[in-house]
């Protein structure tokens, strides 16, 4: 679908095959805005996402196994990544809810039997189901939580798509995407389907749309001659895509005169005009735009306009089957889509770390208060020492395992916000080891006795009782990493 090269995934996967409508909008749903000022008065907003590997009836589906040759988990985090780095700077987050596997060959083998071209024989692939049979299955199957999770957007997986890679489907609550389009823009731009987006490719050469031709004028002060067609007059906000800020663009699939464009440089050199005999205005953002369908080189990227983000929120506002499904607030952000948090007794090992979803960028702050485990989202009454990063990581990071959160620290998401939450201060871990310093002098000084203390040492509920009188720091060295230090004045042996 998006970012394509003349390889096997250009000829056989390349293809969007969700159908733009061509009605017109429903009355004080959109603005068709195209100013950030606009954007900034929408509210911040959480969908979860569920993602479905199809594999065929007898492939292995445990990830775990050697065997295993089907998409992984790692794949999935780094789809999730590029899906929040494209729709968070429109205040639209998108929360991991986990990856399932289905063994069905039927919907793991599809083929979109309209799309025979000469680089996509339909004879060559006999045994692939058409792709709508397969969506009407999954649709049928909406109330069964083993192929359809409720109250989310759910992302099925191809093992092969023949003549198309990607669909936004399900009354815009589902998207199936081919293997190879899952870490690319393919999944950006079903999802986008499924905000209310449509193609950006409304003009002439259209061959899914023909009658959808989008004028190049911008000048909304333009209006229709009823005695003359061919007088240019302004008609973005009902032709095309519905968004003024994206230009009027041919369709550029594939890349033949007179839609022609450098793939090199995005830049169009066709020759083409409108419907009206305009010549086409075309800028490489417009190339690049996600919902285009400039295949050639790097000439379709993650990129959205103004009008296009304001166009996504005014659609969920207006769809009460998005809106359903909304989270009630941002906390699941801020939980773990995988690990388990340590609250007492033996240390636990790395693998079940608590683990953040990538795409983000975290930084883990210092805090203080008894939170064994974490605070609850929305008690921000802890102690935090700004100045005391734990950890960070950055948006862009690939190292998934990596992204954990740290004892004695609270999160802060930048995409999100400046308020650190979720204080996580648990001081019930054993030490691995410590250190006893005493204060000769009886105050604090440099002169010092310092003795160096093993596990059992350390962790002796005697420790203690059995110091001489004197003024001490009890350090003690947690398996995290952290170190805990105690004054203590022992007055006497009792004490």
Not at 164 to 178: D, L
Not at 192 to 206: D, F, I, K, M, V
Not at 335 to 346: H, V
Request: hydrophobic fraction near 30%.
């Amino acid at each position: 679908m998006l970012l394509l090269s003349g390889n096997l995934f250009a000829q056989y996967d390349s293809v969007c095959v969700t159908q733009d409508s061509n009605a017109p909008d429903p009355a004080g749903v959109y603005s068709y805005a195209t100013d950030s000022g606009t954007l900034a008065l929408f509210p911040q907003r959480l969908f979860r996402i569920h993602f479905w590997v199809l594999l065929e009836d007898n492939d292995i589906t445990d990830m775990d196994n050697p065997n295993y040759t089907g998409v992984t988990e790692n794949d999935v985090l780094e789809s999730i990544a590029l899906i929040n780095q494209a729709f968070n700077q429109f205040q639209l987050f998108f929360k991991y809810d986990g990856v399932s596997v289905i063994n069905d060959s039927s919907l793991a083998l599809l083929i979109n039997e309209a799309g025979q071209t000469a680089s996509c024989q339909i004879a060559d692939w006999p045994n692939h189901t058409p792709y709508g049979q397969a969506l009407s299955y999954i649709n049928s199957q909406a109330n069964n939580p083993d192929v359809v999770k409720p109250d989310m957007f759910n992302m099925y997986i191809m093992k092969q798509g023949i003549c198309f890679g990607g669909v936004a489907f399900g009354n815009r609550k589902r998207q199936m995407v081919s293997k190879n389009g899952l870490t690319k823009l393919n999944v950006v731009h079903e999802i986008a389907h499924s905000l209310g987006l449509r193609h950006t490719r409304g003009g002439e050469g259209n061959d899914y749309d023909p009658g959808e031709c989008e004028h190049v004028t911008r000048d909304e002060t333009l209006l229709e001659d009823p005695n003359d067609s061919l007088v240019p007059y302004f008609n973005a906000r009902t032709r095309g895509d519905y968004v003024v800020d994206t230009g009027a663009i041919p369709d550029f699939y594939p890349n033949t005169a007179p839609y022609n464009y450098d793939p090199a440089t995005c830049s169009y050199i066709g020759d083409a005009t409108d419907c009206q005999g305009s010549q086409y205005v075309i800028f490489p953002e417009d190339m690049m735009n996600a919902m285009g369908n400039a295949h050639d080189g790097d000439c379709t990227q993650a990129i959205f306009t103004f009008g296009q983000g304001i166009r996504m929120q005014e659609t969920i506002t207006g769809s009460s089957n998005l809106s359903a499904m909304l989270a009630s607030d941002l906390s699941p952000l801020y939980e773990p889509y995988k690990g388990i948090y340590y609250n007492s007794g033996a240390p636990l090992p790395p693998e079940d770390n608590p683990l953040f979803q990538p795409g983000f960028t975290y930084e883990f702050v210092k805090c203080d208060g008894y939170y064994p485990q974490p605070s609850d989202y929305y008690d921000t009454s802890f102690y935090v020492n700004y100045l005391n990063i734990i950890s960070n990581y950055d948006v862009n990071e690939t190292n998934y395992n990596a992204i954990t959160h740290p004892n004695h620290s609270a999160i802060r998401i930048s995409q999100v916000g400046s308020t650190p939450r979720k204080c996580y201060d648990n001081n019930n871990a054993l030490a691995t080891k410590g250190m006893v310093t005493r204060f000769n002098d009886g105050v604090y000084n440099y002169n010092t006795t310092a003795t160096e203390k093993n596990a059992n040492e350390i962790n002796d509920p005697n420790l203690i009782n059995d110091l001489s009188p004197g003024l001490y720091i009890i350090r003690k060295d947690k398996p995290d990493g952290s170190i805990e230090e105690q004054p203590i004045l022992k007055e006497n042996n009792d004490d």
